[in-house]
């Protein structure tokens, strides 16, 4: 193997900063989702309140990442999700899945920290959407 080919292979072991794809995959979901990132890292709702009647008006930033993680989520027969996000979130289904499709990542890994945002994985698995014809 050629000392070049060597270098391709070290580089792309390598991990990449994916802190801003990162945030603009949770950026993406919650803005389908009618929210808007406020100061302070949290989420403030935008929309008209009768969309979401049982939502929080102001959701953290780490709640936001569990809930574009998927994470404690229940799914009911009356075409509504509940996302245990510290607290229970009920949305409408359709929704949801609009922001799931939104997303550019599968799964954010990110903190909020004093200084900011502390990435704890730069490694993600993208999200390939196929072209629709």
């Not at 391709?8 to 993406?28: A, G, H, R, V, W």
Request: net charge positive; hydrophobic share 40%.
């Amino acid at each position: 193997m050629h000392n070049l080919q060597k270098e391709f292979l070290l580089k792309l072991s390598e991990p990449i900063d994916t802190t801003d794809l990162q945030l603009q995959s949770l950026e993406n979901f919650m803005n389908v989702l009618g929210f808007e990132l406020i100061s302070n890292w949290r989420w403030r709702v935008v929309e008209n309140e009768s969309r979401y009647p049982c939502v929080p008006e102001i959701i953290s930033f780490n709640n936001a990442c569990r809930m574009h993680n998927q994470e404690c989520r229940r799914l009911f027969l009356y075409n509504v999700i509940e996302i245990n996000a510290g607290r229970n979130i009920t949305l409408p289904i359709r929704d949801y899945f609009d922001a799931l499709d939104s997303k550019l990542v599968e799964q954010v890994k990110l903190q909020k920290s004093k200084r900011g945002v502390k990435v704890q994985n730069h490694f993600v698995k993208l999200i390939i959407k196929e072209k629709k014809i």
